[in-house]
């Protein structure tokens, strides 16, 4: 069965600031997807950044990147510049080849001014 | 291109009723996966539907139910409720192309806050 860890439960940063969040995953496929979803306060789910493992080239969305390593099964989010609007819970997430979202427990992020 | 809808916003019941929530899914989308979020939890698969039929189903007991609609959109229905049942409930709608083996982004609507008394 396909696990998603991440093992920062909080994290903090200061404004302008850059910040790495770590995720490990586990599973035998070898074609799937992975994600980072955000989670203000008001509890949207918002799609940061996406994956695709036969990418060897990582996902760069604006102020979001990730440092995809296959063989580790790791696959960390990157923000520079944050801003307050930073401020949510972050989920990694691994797509099963059936179209299944697994999640990782989140970890909090806390931008300060 | 509209987003995801998720109707009512919070829901109270007490212990023993039942419960239909909704989810209209976005503008071209065909598929439709229901999540379960407890609080300070990430959210848990409860089933997901394509083209009407159900496409699999998590770990949740045959009292969590659902439909898909013509038009795509779906319902997820809770019979007897349980005070566990209190959680956030997520509806995620995709674009599943046939024979594509989980390429689909799932994208989130808004939630509905369910609290069980």
């Known amino acids: 069965a396909q696990t998603v860890t991440q093992s920062q439960p909080e994290m903090s940063v200061q404004e302008a600031e850059t910040v790495t969040l770590s995720c490990t995953y586990d599973?035998?496929?070898?074609?799937?997807?992975l994600f980072w979803y955000k989670q203000p306060p008001s509890r949207q789910m918002i799609l940061v950044i996406r994956?695709?493992?036969?990418?060897?080239q990582n996902a760069t969305e604006n102020r979001f990147s990730v440092n995809f390593q296959k063989a580790a099964k790791s696959f960390s989010l990157k923000i520079s510049d944050s801003q307050l609007g930073d401020t949510a819970m972050y989920f990694c997430?691994?797509?099963?080849?059936?179209?299944?979202?697994?999640f990782g427990a989140g970890t909090i992020l806390r931008v300060k001014s | 291109e509209t987003g995801v809808t998720q109707s009512p916003t919070h829901l109270i019941k007490t212990r023993g009723q039942q419960v239909t929530l909704r989810c209209s899914s976005q503008?071209?989308?065909?598929?439709v996966s229901w999540y379960q979020q407890a609080l300070g939890q990430g959210p848990q698969f409860i089933f997901q539907?394509?083209?009407?039929?159900?496409?699999g189903r998590g770990n949740f007991p045959p009292r969590f139910s659902g439909l898909q609609f013509p038009n795509y959109s779906s319902e997820l229905n809770v019979n007897a409720l349980e005070l566990d049942d209190s959680a956030l409930y997520l509806c995620?709608?995709?674009?599943?192309?046939?024979?594509?083996?989980?390429?689909?982004?799932?994208?989130f609507g808004p939630g509905t806050r369910l609290t069980v008394l």
């Open positions: 995620a709608s995709s674009l599943d192309l046939a024979g594509g083996p989980g390429t689909d982004t799932q994208y």
């Open positions: 599973t035998s496929e070898n074609n799937y997807y």
């Open positions: 994956q695709e493992a036969y990418k060897q």
């Open positions: 997430a691994f797509l099963r080849v059936d179209s299944k979202l697994v």
């Open positions: 503008s071209g989308h065909n598929t």
């Open positions: 539907y394509y083209r009407e039929e159900e496409n």
